[in-house]
């Protein structure tokens, strides 16, 4: 359960602010003239504050919630911009396109790659596959995993599969986060990428039904902050 203690405004009320910031194409100063034309008065700097401080949490909540995933993957990551630098948004969905993980890195590279693999097996069990593109970093962070499962005696290994077209897949999600990005004015800093960017990716799971509930998109959003 997510602490709001402290908080100056009602929990619901920023619980509201939180999913349709991340959910729909509505800037801070939108949002701030939404919310006044129904008598709440907040800051569109506190809105940010309230974005970044209550996504991550509830994408742990999320992950912890989520219905089952099939075991072949599709792995890929897309760009995103932080003062002006590119970042790299590391992605993953399954088969069936339910959203697995994602983690954003300032860095491109094998040690990454095996970060984000070592998070996304954390988060849900071994998969039998891994499609990947052309990456040879990404290539090299599941042999890199292959080998921890060997030195621990674990006779599991994950096949990798190399194909731009099956991969394709998990490019043609990207757009979904990639369209609530374009909305926005840019991050000023790694930190608020990461929190919202996890706040979207919870928006898009909750879309794709991944939660199981037949509520409305912000019930299943609130009910993640319990």
């Known amino acids: 359960m997510i602490s709001f203690k402290g908080a100056q405004f009602p929990k619901d009320v920023i619980l509201h602010a939180v999913y349709f910031y991340l959910r729909y194409g509505v800037s801070y100063r939108d949002l701030e003239e939404i919310l006044a034309e129904r008598g709440v008065v907040v800051d569109h700097a506190t809105l940010n504050r309230w974005v970044v401080k209550y996504s991550s949490l509830v994408a742990l909540a999320a992950q912890r919630r989520k219905k089952p995933t099939a075991v072949s993957w599709r792995m890929d990551e897309t760009y995103v911009k932080v003062r002006g630098v590119w970042t790299y948004l590391y992605r993953a969905v399954d088969r069936d396109v339910q959203t697995l993980d994602f983690m954003l890195s300032e860095q491109r590279d094998t040690a990454a790659a095996k970060q984000f ?110």
């Open 117 to 226: 693999f070592a998070q996304a097996l954390s988060n849900n069990g071994i998969p039998q596959r891994i499609v990947i593109d052309k990456s040879r970093s990404n290539a090299a962070g599941i042999k890199a995993i292959n080998k921890i499962f060997k030195r621990l005696g674990t006779y599991v290994k994950i096949t990798t599969v190399q194909s731009k077209y099956l991969n394709n897949m998990v490019e043609q999600d990207h757009r979904f986060i990639k369209r609530r990005i374009r909305m926005m004015l840019g991050f000023k800093s790694f930190h608020s990428a990461a929190a919202t960017l996890d706040g979207i990716e919870v928006a898009q799971m909750i879309r794709k039904g991944q939660l199981g509930s037949m509520e409305s998109g912000f019930r299943q959003f609130a009910d993640l902050a319990g």
